[in-house]
């Protein structure tokens, strides 16, 4: 059974400041997103990670994905308070599935 | 383009009483549809999917279930409700097993 662990669960940090969310799963797997939840509202797609070595950038976030270690980063540069959420992973088991498991999501607080 | 659609936005029921939530997609064809429940400040449990008219996957024991009657329609129901069926619920589609889940804007339900 495919399992998906991020870390931190919980991150408080400094405008300006660099930090990285780590995302692991515990069974073979190339397919993996990420999303946005901001308090209140629904999720919404930021990344879609399809093979090993997948980077995607999009302003502050930056994604990998390795395969191999069965692990994915979403790397914060400079932060700004509007990048507070709660970031969440999601993976697709190898052989296919109609469902994606879910990390429990990282609540980020980006302080001026 | 794809969308997604969920009501009622809020809603607000006692206990004992029944439910029916709704979701429908508009834009594409024999999508795979989910819902999730999400307590506060805890992250997704996939409650039920579907990958075809009539066709529903149950995967947590409880108080709901689902249906879809249509092909882009998917319907979450309670006969009677219980206080631990408070929370937010989500509607996701997902074209196909490359793509991400895209979320409708949640339900929140508060039972008193």
């Known amino acids: 059974e495919l399992k998906v662990e991020q870390n931190p669960l919980f991150l408080s940090m400094q405008e300006g400041k660099n930090y990285t969310i780590y995302c692991n799963y515990s069974t073979t797997s190339d397919r993996l997103y990420w999303y946005r939840q901001d308090p209140g509202k629904s999720l919404e797609s930021l990344f879609v990670l399809l093979s090993n070595g997948a980077v995607k950038q999009e302003g502050r976030l930056m994604a990998s994905l390795d395969t191999k270690a069965r692990l994915s980063t979403l790397h914060i540069t400079a932060a700004v308070h509007d990048l507070s959420a709660t970031y969440f992973c999601a993976v697709d088991p190898q052989g296919g599935s109609e469902k994606l498991v879910f990390g429990k999501g990282t609540k980020l607080t980006v302080n001026p | 383009s794809q969308t997604i659609h969920q009501w009622p936005a809020t809603l607000v029921q006692p206990v004992g009483s029944p439910l029916s939530l709704e979701c429908t997609v508009e834009?594409?064809?024999?999508?795979?549809l989910y819902w999730y429940r999400q307590a506060a400040g805890r992250g997704l449990q996939l409650l039920f999917y579907s990958v075809g008219i009539g066709q529903i996957s149950s995967e947590v024991p409880q108080n709901l279930s689902a249906s879809r009657p249509q092909d882009r329609q998917f319907i979450l129901s309670s006969k009677k409700l219980l206080l631990s069926d408070s929370g937010f619920y989500l509607c996701a589609w997902r074209a196909t097993s490359n793509q991400p889940q895209h979320f409708g804007d949640g339900t929140r339900l508060s039972i008193l």
């Open positions: 834009g594409t064809s024999n999508p795979n």
